[in-house]
């Protein structure tokens, strides 16, 4: 059978892998360190671990591409949300809607695009009677709301705080990531016992990929790329960093301002033997500076 995933998708198992090796030990023994009951280690695992990927994802997000993936992130968990409060799948219903009003009845792509734009923003705007009568767009915005405030919900959770935005985001997001999967993951790791570091890293590794696949399906074909060109960096950085116990990118950065500093003050063939510090204050004296 062809697979037919994107191919930045079929990665992410690879992924998934990479990322427990460099995280999985350090989560569990911050859990067992907030001293997590027994019972609660497994769904404490899963939202620690999508909080941290999600973040981690984020992190190496240049700006313009981190407000696309929380646009369409928080659309994709409104719209699955929305799909297991009403039995339904929106955007398949969406989709049988639009071809059985226009069938095979356009000219071209434009006439395509011109009557799926037409009755995309008519559907979502419209009530539907498999809603109970609620209207897509406003269950939407309901969604999101919940997301907002779903810190506030939890138990012990921390309250909002000055500077602390885009963490409460990431927080927020894993527990309705949480409460929409979790407990199926969870059915499908229990049906073979296992021994706990192997139960952890089957689940480490689902809920890791899970996320990925998330990211990939929340992101347009011509940006995920472009996405996982820093995640696979920061993943292969990590690893080095672990393996060898150094931190390359403060090496790189001592290297950098050494080299700066020994470089200003080397005398220069094309600067007449003298160095850039030299050259530079003797102008500032030729203009009396």
């Known amino acids: 059978m062809v697979d037919e995933r994107p191919a930045v998708m079929k990665k992410n198992p690879i ?9 999985l030990e350090e989560i569990v023994d911050g859990l067992k360190a907030g001293q997590i009951p027994k019972e609660d280690m497994d769904e404490a695992l899963f939202l620690t671990t999508t909080n941290a990927i999600l973040e981690i994802i ?118 309705v990531i949480r409460d929409l999967w979790f407990p199926s993951l969870l059915d499908s790791i229990t049906k073979e016992p296992l021994p706990s570091p192997q139960r952890r890293e089957v689940l480490f590794t689902a809920a890791a990929n899970a996320i990925l696949d998330i990211a990939v399906n929340v992101m347009p074909d011509f940006m995920s790329e472009e996405m996982f060109e820093g995640l696979d960096r920061y993943l292969e950085l990590t690893l080095v960093n672990k393996e060898c116990k150094v931190d390359v990118l403060t090496i790189f950065e001592d290297a950098l301002a050494k080299f700066e500093n020994e470089w200003w003050t080397t005398a220069l063939k094309e600067l007449g033997g003298k160095s850039p510090d030299e050259a530079i204050q003797a102008m500032g004296r030729r203009y009396g500076l």
């Open 15 to 23: 992924r998934a892998l990479m990322f427990k090796d460099a995280l």
């Open 58 to 175: 984020g992190m190496n997000l240049p700006e313009d591409l981190k407000l696309v993936f929380v646009e369409n992130l928080d659309d994709y968990l409104s719209i699955a949300m929305i799909n297991k409060e009403h039995a339904v799948d929106l955007l398949g219903q969406f989709r049988d809607g639009f071809l059985a009003s226009h069938e095979d009845s356009f000219e071209d792509e434009k006439a395509l695009l011109e009557a799926l734009t037409d009755y995309e923003e008519e559907w979502w705007g419209s009530p539907k009677d498999f809603l109970g009568g609620a209207v897509p767009n406003d269950l939407m915005e309901e969604a999101r709301k919940r997301m907002d405030t779903i810190l506030e919900q939890e138990e012990g959770a921390d309250q909002e705080c000055e500077g602390e935005e885009e963490e409460d985001y990431w927080a927020s997001r894993s527990y």
